[in-house]
């Protein structure tokens, strides 16, 4: 592999990277749902009021009203804020950067492997030649 191959496919992954970054930064999620709409107070304190007036509710309404399990909250990126606040131009250009960065990192490695594969390729073909000449 030339250096120039190599420099080419480093600054297109780099690319692609960073095209990817900035549309998940800047676009909202889809996934994530807006919080639900919050309960009448009055009356959730009626229903406990009579909650504390049965002294054994019957079997049928402890399934139903048992309290799930809380769902473990997912562990989010220190460096990546929620998708509902949009990120300042100095924000989203210090997250591209440091993706940048990244990726030409990756990259390099990548290209450093294939190279030292094709070198090792071409150190066994001449040895191989050697030994039927």
Wanted: glycine share 0%.
């Amino acid at each position: 592999m030339t250096e120039e191959a190599i420099e080419q496919e480093i600054a297109a992954a780099v690319k692609a990277a960073v095209e990817a970054e900035r549309e998940r930064l800047t676009k909202p999620d889809p996934k994530k749902k807006t919080p639900p709409a919050k309960k009448d107070t009055e009356a959730s304190t009626d229903a406990g009021e009579a909650d504390e007036q049965e002294a054994t509710p019957a079997p049928a309404d402890t399934e139903e009203t048992a309290p799930k399990k809380p769902k473990k909250p997912k562990k989010k990126d220190a460096t990546t804020a929620p998708a509902e606040e949009p990120l300042s131009p100095e924000a989203l250009e210090a997250a591209l950067q440091r993706v940048e960065a990244e990726a030409t990192a990756a990259a390099r490695d990548q290209a450093n492997d294939k190279a030292a594969v094709i070198r090792i390729k071409r150190i066994r073909a001449k040895k191989l030649l050697k030994q039927f000449k």
